[in-house]
């Protein structure tokens, strides 16, 4: 007699049901042509099915929670951190010491930066990994990886790590395999045998690292191969038109789910499909590929979502948030980076007209099933991501818009607050690109120097605005760590010989648990900054306007010093306010009552906002949250 299903398999074969129609048809469309598609489908709902009998009880309960919330992540309650687990305290337990500093500032999302074993020496700044299986060893083990990821469980803290999707580190087992001519292996990369095909890619390809790492292959006389290395030498580039990538990449996010990750941040997706004659660069099959990942969570770990990294114009990145046959299947979250960006350049145009046209034009006003994850600045540079188009409609030129605000951020443009260093100078194009940590590009650093202490106050102001700003919008704000203590660049980089050659490390300085110790009662920008930002966070939480799914909608404020917009939630909406300058500024009371904001209450400050003659008067850099 046969034994009778348990609820546990029970679960699990109604989960794949609900998603087999997300997953099947796209490894058909990838993968059905290949005689040993029938085998691959058969082990790939093996490796699903041992996932979820291994996943532990706790997690398959937060599993179900989920299924019952499944707005878990838009709610307004959600807030991140983002950290080297080395520069915030050194190691994994170290981490478990500062939980009461990420609780007291209101967040509820915390994302380690890389922390999977990375290859020795250069590892691309964690990226280049060679076990996706064990931590880095410098941090910790992977026990504990999980008491941290209890701890923060416990806390109503959900845990996100890297994953990355394009390529592994040449020293992974499966590089070493296919070095040592195992064909098998050799199939799990691209490799070529003569640089003619390389050379045809390289036509149109781009190069994203041109000063350290030219071109997009390297080749290997000791293995006769010449092998696809998109970013780095020691990166070699998965071959993901092999379904057996697909199924151990599959069983890497169920090992990973099941030691509590919540969030997957799928790193350098756009890449992962090649095509002739193309950037290849975020080409359909990328979007079936992403879809049928997020398939296989939902149906082995429904508690985890995806993040998915591609910094790209507005139009290549909505895509991985699911458009057209994905919508609502794909990512879950993404980078907002023209926010980023269009914040960065209003503040140095005092001129809102350009950022108001990007994000009005180039984005709708909700998402199915996903959300942003909003930021004003991260581990990376800040590429000036502004089309010769979107500049030409605003009457501006794109490249000089673009080498402006390289200027003005690097701190040689006459008159500028900002103090950054440049990134990728690329002679050719003239592209520039910019690092600085938020306080530094928001002129903290320089006035702070020169003893300007209006300079100082106004900087403070302006990294308020921002957080303000990234915490209405809509979506997860996230939080780079020490930008909510006002840290500025850290020029030691450049004594160190592992990070003099990339001026990233600027904004990645070490945390500073002096200044964090005075944050609530000392008269300082830094604890200014941290009690400034951890208002903004708690009145995010209290307002339910903010939720992710609540439509947006961008306005024009009829001054072009103000960025404006909408959320239209239906049990009460709130028109946002931001004033980018320096000087007061005033927009019509009519108009603000036109757009549903009679009871003229900022929830920002809790207070009411009295118009003066007819005028909301804004004083500089300031950020109202009108109901």
């Known amino acids: 007699m046969a034994k009778p299903p348990s609820a546990d398999d029970e679960i699990f074969d109604l989960r794949l049901a609900r998603s087999a129609p997300d997953l099947f048809p796209m490894l058909e469309a990838l993968y059905g042509a290949r005689p040993d598609y029938p085998a691959f489908r058969d082990r790939l709902v093996k490796a699903l099915r041992k996932g979820w009998a291994d996943r532990p009880q706790g997690l398959k309960r937060l599993d179900l929670l989920r299924d019952l919330e499944p707005d878990w992540f838009q709610r307004p309650g959600m807030t991140g951190y983002v950290f080297y687990i080395d520069r915030f305290n050194g190691s994994l337990r170290g981490i478990l010491d500062k939980l009461d500093y990420l609780q007291d500032l209101g967040i509820t999302y915390v994302h380690l930066m890389p922390c999977l074993k990375p ?17 880095n060893p410098a941090f910790g083990t992977m026990e504990d990886f999980e008491t941290v990821a209890q701890a923060l469980r416990e806390r109503g803290m959900s845990l996100c790590v890297d994953l990355v999707l394009n390529h592994t580190a040449k020293e992974h087992a499966w590089a070493r395999k296919a070095a040592q001519g195992d064909p098998k292996y050799q199939d799990y990369y691209l490799m070529f045998d003569t640089p003619d095909t390389p050379r045809l890619y390289e036509q149109t390809l781009v190069e994203v690292f041109p000063d350290n790492a030219p071109g997009n292959f390297t080749h290997y006389p000791e293995i006769g191969k010449w092998v696809w290395t998109t970013f780095n030498e020691h990166q070699w580039d998965l071959n993901w038109a092999n379904p057996a990538v697909f199924l151990e990449i599959v069983e890497v996010m169920l090992f990973l789910a099941n030691k509590g990750v919540d969030v997957l941040r799928l790193d350098a997706v756009a890449f992962m499909w090649k095509r002739l004659g193309t950037r290849c660069q975020s080409e359909p099959e990328v979007h079936m590929l992403l879809q049928a990942l997020r398939a296989c969570s939902r149906i082995a770990s429904a508690a985890v979502i995806h993040l998915e990294e591609a910094i790209v114009a507005p139009a290549e990145m909505l895509p991985y948030l699911g458009r057209g046959r994905h919508d609502g299947k794909e990512g879950n979250l993404a980078y907002h980076n023209s926010l980023m960006v269009q914040f960065w350049s209003a503040l140095a145009t005092r001129d809102t007209r350009l950022m108001t046209h990007v994000l009005a034009t180039h984005f709708p006003d909700r998402l199915t099933n996903a959300t942003y994850a909003t930021y004003i600045r991260c581990h990376d540079d800040i590429g000036w991501a502004v089309t010769d188009q979107d500049a030409a409609a605003v009457g501006v030129s794109g490249h000089g818009h673009r080498g402006f605000l390289s200027e003005f951020y690097e701190g040689s443009f006459p008159g500028t607050f900002a103090k950054g260093a440049l990134f990728q100078v690329n002679p050719l194009t003239g592209d520039k690109r910019i ?67 990339d001026s990233r490390w600027v904004h990645r300085p070490r945390m500073d648990w002096a200044l964090a110790e005075a944050r609530h009662a000392a008269d300082t920008p830094s604890a200014r900054v941290f009690r400034g930002v951890k208002e903004i966070l708690a009145q995010r939480a209290a307002t339910p306007a903010l939720h992710g799914a609540v439509p947006l909608r961008v306005v024009s404020a009829g001054n072009d010093a103000v960025f404006a917009f909408q959320r239209l939630a239906p049990t009460g909406g709130l028109l946002g306010l931001f004033n980018f300058t320096e000087h007061w500024q005033e927009v019509g009371e009519a108009w603000v009552r036109a757009l549903g904001a009679t009871a003229l209450h900022d929830a920002l400050s809790d207070a009411r906002v009295d118009p003066h003659q007819g005028q909301i008067v804004l004083p500089p850099y300031a950020r109202v949250w009108l109901t």
């Open 435 to 501: 690092s600085g940590s938020c306080a530094s590009l928001a002129g903290l650093e320089r006035a702070l120097a020169e003893g300007d202490a209006a300079g100082a106050e106004m900087a403070v102001q302006r990294i308020l605005m921002g957080h303000a700003l990234i915490a209405a919008f809509g979506g997860i704000p996230l939080i780079y760590m020490g930008d909510e203590l006002a840290l500025p660049n850290d020029h030691g980089y450049l004594d160190d010989p592992h990070h003099a050659h």
């Open 119 to 135: 290859r020795p020496g250069d590892s691309d700044g964690g990226y280049s990994v060679m076990d996706y299986r064990r931590i």
